[in-house]
């Protein structure tokens, strides 16, 4: 089962509840905000039905070698909340997002029912055919204070449904703190700038791998299928720019995630004129 989110998506929405959130305070301060944590598990075991016939036994044992097929799914999550009136819209406007873009539910829906919604689309998941006999899924999410009026949220997804090894993809979003308003590339860094960026996230790259070519960089498995590209998985934080690689993004899985940052010196020229200030 796949949860993750489009780069379409991430700038649609982000564009939508930029107007929803004109209502909001502007001077919403971002100390006012606090984050809390829901967290739910379920286990489940469905053990193999017996088969009627001696054919139907024999694609069973082929569908499900193990026997007992054993589900153990979680959320772990922060949302936010606050005591200010000024900040009441702020908070459940980013809760919203959380629950639309991580979580895949309604917003319409409280966040304990959307939790508990997810964890039934796991099971409903987990009883197809498609689903392994072992099948692990956590979603862990936790929300941080970036640079000024902003918080960077950071969701770690980790599934097994058997194979070599579990997978695990960590997804950032951004939020401006004084609207509610999700921040999207194009918002912090203007298109035209963005083949810059390219160029020093690469840069970057090489000097934290100590490799001076491409083909150096080739030799440690990075870059070799694909060419250098600007992460959507980013997070505005107090003192730098964190560009979050997944496994495979451009490094082969044994090399694990990459990070690259970027301090705001090494981009004060491409930044938006909205942000260069505010770090």
């Known amino acids: 089962m796949k949860r993750h989110i489009t780069y379409c998506i991430y700038l649609f929405l982000g564009t939508v509840f930029t107007s929803l959130a004109i209502g909001c305070n502007p001077n919403t301060n971002w100390n006012n905000i606090e984050f809390y ?13 017996e088969s009627e016939t001696e054919e139907d036994s024999v694609d069973f044992g082929l569908l499900h070698e193990a026997g007992n097929r054993e589900l153990d799914v979680k959320v772990d999550m922060q949302f936010l909340k606050t005591e200010n009136v000024a900040n009441e819209k702020v908070c459940n406007l980013i809760n919203e997002h959380l629950i639309e873009l991580l979580l895949k539910q309604s917003s319409q829906l409280g966040i304990d029912e959307a939790v508990e919604q997810y964890i039934e689309d796991v099971k409903a998941d987990f009883r197809s055919d498609e689903i392994g006999n072992a099948y692990h899924e956590h979603l862990t999410g936790r929300a941080e204070y970036g640079m000024e009026n902003v918080i960077n949220y950071r969701l770690l997804e980790e599934v097994f449904t058997g194979g070599a090894h579990p997978s695990q993809q960590t997804t950032i979003l951004r939020f401006n703190a ?92 491409i930044i938006s004129t909205t942000w260069e200030n505010r770090k």
Do not use: W
Not at 37 to 49: A, D, F, G, N, S
Not at 196 to 211: I, S, T, W, Y
């Open 37 to 49: 944590t829901v967290e739910k598990m379920e286990q489940l075991t469905e053990k193999p039905i």
């Open 178 to 269: 004084q609207t509610g308003e999700f921040i999207t590339l194009d918002q912090v860094f203007p298109t035209l700038n963005q083949s810059l960026l390219q160029e020093r996230l690469l840069v970057k790259l090489m000097k934290d791998q100590n490799a001076h070519s491409m083909e150096e960089l080739h030799k440690k498995g990075i870059l070799e299928m694909s060419n250098m590209f600007i992460s959507n998985n980013f997070a505005l934080r107090d003192d730098s720019i964190e560009f979050y690689y997944n496994e495979y993004d451009i490094a082969p899985y044994a090399s694990g995630a990459n990070t690259i940052c970027l301090s705001y010196d090494d981009v004060k020229d």
